[in-house]
């Protein structure tokens, strides 16, 4: 009797608790950690906003590509006619952008007749706000078949800004950069003073780097027409200087002349009485 009461209490642990009845069995997955290399991306050189295929007008960031593009120049799409607004911004791509930017605003200054050692691009100081660069072989990501190699070539060497490099001289052009830091160097490099909210530490989309690039860019290009503005008012008003002066001395050489030819035609007249006195004498 005890041997089947004993079987059927194990029957019924069985049946309404199975867990019991059966041995465990733990899986063990083992994750494999797959690393994904990022590709840099080729940029293009498109002349017209009409061009990219995914920046509609009703795009917030539509009128500031535009601008940046078609009256400025600057570099933003990719080879394949697209601009990916809604991406992060990858420190690769904002010196590629930036330097554009700023050879557009070189070019301007050049026009305009400024001279480059002013302080309409400010280099951001290579001892304390850079990375200790003053040349590209010092970069140590960089290479020379890399799409960003010419960017970062000149904005160590011509620009002398360092600051988009880290300090053990790299750039690491695939990691985000954040809004402050870009906030930071353009307040550095072109004394932008942001009319928006205060940047965070998160990481800028490409969108709203172009919308605030394009403040920046247009608050330079205005210092720039204001300084040719007034330094063409300077040279006009010495062109009228040398003008003025010219005429003085215009007036002073016709007077001179009209002083000689009076001399002349006294002297002339003088000869002449000479003349007619020396006949009257020979008659007499």
Known sequence: MKKYSGLLAVLLISFFFPA??????????????????YTERNFGS???VAELTDVPETDPSYESVKNLIEK??????????????KDPLRRGDFIV????????????MDNAGI??????INTYDRNRGGAYLTSISQVK?????SVYYNAATSLIERFGIAAPFALNKTLSPAS?????????ILKATLGYQSTGSNPYTTAMSRNKFVIVLNNAVNQKMSEIYSI???????????????????NILEAARKDSISKEIELRKLEAAKKEEEARKKLQDKKK
């Open 20 to 37: 019991f009845a059966q041995k465990k069995k733990v899986v063990t997955r083992k994750s494999n950690t797959v690393t994904v290399k």
């Open 46 to 48: 498109v002349t017209s």
């Open 72 to 85: 400025n120049a600057v570099t933003l799409s990719y080879s394949d006619n697209t601009f990916k607004g």
């Open 97 to 108: 952008t930036f330097n554009s930017a700023l050879l557009s605003i070189r070019k301007a």
């Open 115 to 120: 001279q480059e050692d002013t302080s309409l």
């Open 141 to 145: 990501d960089v290479s020379e078949k």
């Open 176 to 184: 985000t950069i954040t809004e402050k830091e870009v906030y930071d």
């Open 228 to 246: 040719q503005s007034v330094q063409m008012g300077k040279q006009a008003m010495e062109r009228k200087r040398q003008m003025d002066s010219l």
